[in-house]
């Protein structure tokens, strides 16, 4: 059971958008039991397309393509789905019906125009999935024992066909294994030390487990895969092959990713359930840290807030660092980090503060010190403490190594 | 001249990552004149690996393969690339002593390890492409006119390759011929509708210009790329077309893209050239409007700083917006969300104060409203207003819908 994604538009190959869809596929796939064999991205050109579909029907049984089903020219796939089963587009009744539904609530009552109404073309041997959220639909066609699958490129409006049309039909149509992905979080300690620790474990791993080491600014992800029909199996398996593992890394291990997702995640739920409140501020990290917070749902049950002072007066000013300590320490110091997790505790009544202080480069702030030198601070009502880190000289490298420290420092704050 | 990238990873295929190396090769290649074929990404498999750089052997004349080079067992690219080429891996020790250099200064003084010690077994046709900031050197592999370029996946790592040492060499190996995009940024009107009024423009392009329509929430990208070896011609022509273009989309054209990158940057660079501060005050965007200009530098010159008050009473402690004002209007109305600016422009001492208010869902938050209401408000000297929006119901979709248009009225404010 393969499946291929083909994301179709020149503004990936040109650089010009991250394909971000291929990503949330290969999940949703993964999650039903249907491995991704390849990711292609393709021009908006017709020959390569249909290129393109016909190497991927060798090698998969479910082809999914994304992308090109605009209403302006340079968006082809549908012609070139039409002319890749021989087939002719027909005009849906359901889909136009759809089409005007959604200007007429969202757009305007004026009628709709010949190049909105060019959305309710489809091949005719398609099967339509409709889109709640926009006027190109899903066309789902079936080939023998494989399947085609067309969606829109739009991000929200292909995931919700995934999610409430793809998956639905696919668990219906093919039986599928399990697939098991595990993945443990691990801080402070570097990809090759780590293996080294445990590579007696490695060696003796099953050979259905296949493990993989994920570095990153700050963290190694060590991820755990797995795949069968014998869903108890694998899953007792993998559970004792962690058990195991466990004790061997217990000083760097901070959770696992599929299960809270994220260090963030992890906080959240402990804040959460402790009843503790957190306020966060934040200099070189310019609302990041926060943002890590509030992108999921529920953040209100344990962020009171955040101060972004990004200017040294604004330090001052909204959260009453003093002016003498800055001129003493400089705005990157101890001093000032500490400060400022002091000071937003109170002005946002929370139980933990935490801040941020440094030179994220490539220009240096305001006050003293070398790019890449960063302050954290966490402070409680009864302590505060900072520590100095060298995040190096990439202004994007710095920003994020700091956050990634500062979830770190308050994972242990909150465990 | 074509390239094609391959980007070697389970990661990328089970959607545990996005792959962001892809679209800064092709962004980068494109700068010199080499357009990107595809882009392939394949599962950490021997076959799988030698058989898309076969297939990318045939379409391409530059392939660049990220991804793979670790020191784990899971790392096979630099075997399977020896196999490729019929080549056997030999000791470098440049690569040696460097990786003995990064480890005695940023790690340890410990004498290194057998694992890190193989990072300098390259394979014997490879010319070295050093990496200074990591273990994983690059390698420059030619057959005939052909060039296989292998780099580490760390992203931060790889571009500092691709920047530094690939694109130098390609230069020096390649005549390329010139690609220009111009993309222009435009607010506020549909695709299909841009599309049809542009229309009679669009079909009297000529042929090596190519038009591409980009959609995302709440605004349209207008792209024209073309391509050629005369590069006076190809700059002349693409310029005449959109001084033709402008007219008929003055009351949607914000920018270029190119030219200042985004929304954020047009204004960063009108506040810092009319000497202006600005301060936020967010609420439902959590971090993300601050983020999008702190994650430039320079946002020190005008930026003085942003309160993220989350939880209602922060909005009172922090801010000073009054409780009676809450109590009477709800936490998500133009009354909260006019003084939330006013206020936060106050607290700060800025020029401009511009602040977001509303329910980003699942869950309502605080106090009253649907789901996907939205007030943004702008505060000046002079005068304060604010507007309301629907921004459906998606958690994401509100959050960076919202960060759009607060940046799409900032942008008409400071024009």
Redesign the interface.
């Given at each position: 059971m393969y499946a291929e994604i083909i994301t179709i538009g020149?503004?990936?190959?040109?650089?010009?958008?991250?394909?971000?869809n291929?990503?949330?596929?290969?999940?949703?796939l993964?999650s039903i039991g249907v491995?991704?064999?390849?990711?292609?991205?393709?021009?908006?050109d017709k020959l390569?397309i249909l290129k393109?579909l016909a190497?991927a029907e060798k090698s998969a049984d479910i082809i999914i393509v994304t992308g090109g089903l605009?209403?302006?020219?340079?968006d082809i796939t549908k012609h070139t789905i039409a002319e890749y089963f021989n087939d002719v587009l027909i005009l849906n009744n359901a889909v136009l019906a759809h089409v005007e539904y959604l200007f007429k609530t969202y757009?305007t009552t004026a009628p709709i125009?010949d190049?909105?109404r060019k959305q309710a073309l489809v091949p005719s041997k398609a099967k339509i999935l409709m889109n709640d959220?926009g006027t190109a639909p899903g066309m789902w066609i079936e080939k023998e024992k494989k399947t085609f699958i067309s969606l829109p490129g739009?991000p929200?409006e292909m995931k919700s066909l995934i999610e409430n049309k793809v998956l639905p039909e696919l668990i219906k149509k093919y039986k599928r294994p399990f697939i098991l992905?595990r993945?443990l979080l691990t801080y402070g300690l570097?990809?090759?030390a780590l293996?080294?620790r445990i590579e007696e474990w490695?060696d003796a791993l099953p050979d259905y487990i296949?493990?993989?080491?994920?570095?990153?600014l700050g963290r190694v992800r060590i991820?755990l895969?797995a795949k069968g029909f014998d869903e108890e199996l694998i899953r007792n398996e993998v559970e004792k092959q962690i058990t195991t593992l466990l004790p061997q890394i217990k000083d760097v291990f901070v959770g696992y990713?599929e299960k809270e997702s994220s260090l963030e995640k992890i906080i959240a739920t402990r804040l959460t359930n402790k009843k503790l409140?957190l306020?966060?501020a934040e200099s070189c990290?310019?609302?990041?840290?926060?943002?890590r917070?509030?992108?999921n749902?529920?953040?209100?049950n344990y962020?009171?807030?955040?101060?972004?002072?990004?200017?040294t007066?604004?330090k001052i000013?909204?959260l009453g660092v003093s002016s003498d300590e800055i001129k003493a320490h400089g705005v990157v110091s101890h001093q000032v980090a500490e400060s400022m997790a002091v000071k937003v505790r109170e002005?946002?009544?929370s139980d933990i503060g935490v801040a941020t202080t440094g030179h994220?480069?490539?220009?240096k702030?305001?006050g003293e010190g070398e790019v890449g030198t960063v302050f954290i601070a966490i402070a409680t009502k009864e302590t505060v403490f900072s520590n100095r880190f060298t995040m190096g000289n990439?202004?994007?490298?710095v920003?994020n190594k700091t956050v990634n420290k500062a979830l770190e420092l308050l994972e242990k704050e909150v465990f």
């Open positions: 020149d503004e990936i190959l040109i650089g010009q958008i991250v394909d971000t291929s990503a949330f596929i290969g999940k949703a993964n491995s991704v064999y390849q990711i292609t991205s393709v021009q908006d390569h393109a190497l605009g209403p302006t020219k340079d757009i125009s190049l909105n959220f739009v929200f992905h993945t570097g990809e090759s293996a080294e490695e296949k493990l993989a080491y994920l570095p990153s991820r895969s990713e409140t306020a966060i990290t310019g609302g990041k840290l926060t943002e917070f509030t992108a749902s529920g953040a209100s962020l009171k807030g955040s101060a972004i002072t990004y200017a007066q604004s000013d909204v002005v946002f009544h994220a480069g490539p220009d702030g305001e990439h202004r994007t490298k920003i």
